[in-house]
C-alpha cells in the first residue's frame, strides 16, 4: 500500500500478543517518515519483531503540548506520520488526543488504522449485553472517589467498562461490592492475548472471593466489566416513608448496608428497596 504524504496514521497495536496487528498497519510503519510513539523503547520490540528500521520519536503525557505542535510542523512540510501508544489504540486512555485536534484544526488529514483495544476485546469475550455499553477509562485512584464513581453507575441499565491496574484491582472490587448487590454479573478480563489470559464471568460476590484467594489474579493488567443495573421498581414504587428512611441511611452507608438496615426498618422488600436505593444513591453522587 501506498502512504500518502503529509498525513497523519493513528495505528493500534497489540495489546500483548504481538500478532494481533493488521498487514496495513504493518506496512504503514514502514513506509511512514517518522513514528511517534508514547514509548520509543516500547516500541522498537514490536519494530523489530516485523524486521521494522524507523525513526521514532516520543509522544507522551508529558511532552504532549509542545511535541504535538512539533509533530503538526513536519505534517505541514509534507511527512506522513504514524502515532502509536504503548499498546491498543491510541487515545483510549492513551495519549494523542492534542495531536489528532491540532492536525484536524490545521485541516491535514488523519486515519486510522484500526486494531487492537483492550475493552473491545474484552467486551467481545465477556457475554454481557452489548447493545448499548459505556466506557469510563480508569477507575479513580481513591476509594472516596471511586465509590462515588461506582454509585453513579449504579443504577445505569447498560453494560459498563473500566480499566484497573493490579495495584487497586482488590480494592476497586471491594468498593463495587459496597456499591452493588452480590449478584450482579462481572467480567474480569486480565492478561488478554497473553500467555495467562483469564476471563472470569460470575456474581460480583465470587469475583472478590475469587481476586481476594488468588494472588495470581491481582497481576497483570485488567478490564472489568459490570452487568447493567437490573430493570426494576422506581422509587415511586416504594412509599414516601420508606423512600425518606432510604434517603437517610444513604447519607450515611453503602447501598447494600442501606438497603439491608431499611429491610428490617421498614419491612419492605429487598427487591423493591434496592432498585430504589440505586436511583437514589447515584443521584445523591452526581
Ligand atoms: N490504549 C489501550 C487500549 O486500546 O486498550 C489502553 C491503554 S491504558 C494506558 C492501559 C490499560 O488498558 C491497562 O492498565 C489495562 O487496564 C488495559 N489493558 C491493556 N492491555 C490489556 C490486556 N492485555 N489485558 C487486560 N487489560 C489490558
Redesign the pocket.
Known amino acids: 500500500m501506498m502512504n500518502e504524504r503529509g498525513k497523519l496514521y493513528v495505528v ?1 497495536t497489540p ?2 500478543n504481538l500478532g494481533d496487528i493488521s498487514y496495513r498497519a504493518v506496512e504503514t510503519l514502514r513506509q511512514v517518515d517518522l513514528i511517534a510513539a508514547e514509548d520509543t523503547r516500547h516500541i522498537k520490540t514490536l519494530l523489530q519483531h516485523y524486521g521494522i528500521n524507523q525513526k521514532v520519536i516520543s509522544l507522551h503525557q508529558h511532552n504532549e503540548e509542545r511535541a504535538s505542535a512539533e509533530l503538526l510542523e513536519k505534517l505541514r512540510a509534507g511527512l506522513s506520520i504514524a502515532l502509536v ?10 495519549p494523542g488526543m492534542p495531536l489528532v485536534r491540532m492536525v484536524k484544526e490545521a485541516g491535514i488529514e488523519v486515519s486510522p488504522l484500526p486494531g ?4 473491545i ?2 467486551l467481545s469475550a465477556a457475554g454481557l449485553p452489548t447493545a448499548r455499553f459505556s466506557f469510563e477509562g ?1 477507575a479513580p485512584r481513591a476509594s472516596a472517589e471511586r465509590k462515588s464513581f461506582f454509585k453513579a453507575k449504579a443504577a445505569s441499565p447498560d453494560t459498563w467498562i473500566f ?3 493490579c495495584h487497586r484491582v482488590l480494592a476497586s472490587l471491594r468498593d463495587l461490592s459496597e456499591t452493588m448487590l452480590p449478584d450482579r454479573q462481572v467480567v474480569i ?6 500467555l495467562h ?1 483469564t476471563i472470569v464471568k460470575t456474581s460480583l460476590a465470587e469475583a472478590l472471593v475469587l481476586v481476594e484467594s488468588d494472588h495470581n489474579m491481582q497481576k ?4 472489568i466489566i459490570v452487568e447493567g443495573a437490573p430493570k426494576g421498581v422506581h422509587p415511586v414504587e416504594i412509599t414516601d416513608e420508606q423512600e425518606k428512611i432510604l434517603r437517610i441511611l444513604l447519607k450515611e452507608c453503602s447501598i447494600s448496608t442501606a438497603v439491608a438496615l431499611a429491610v428490617q426498618l421498614t419491612g419492605a422488600r429487598k427487591k423493591a428497596l434496592y432498585p430504589a436505593a440505586l436511583v437514589l444513591g447515584s443521584a445523591k453522587s452526581e
Not at 487492537?116 to 475493552?119: R, S, V, W
Not at 497483570?220 to 478490564?223: C, K, L, M, N, Y
Open positions: 493500534a495489546i500483548g501508544s504503548d499498546a491498543g489504540t491510541p487515545l483510549v486512555s492513551d487492537a483495544c483492550a475493552l476485546a474484552a480508569f480499566y484497573e491496574s478480563a486480565r492478561e488478554l492475548t497473553k489470559e497483570g493488567e485488567f478490564v
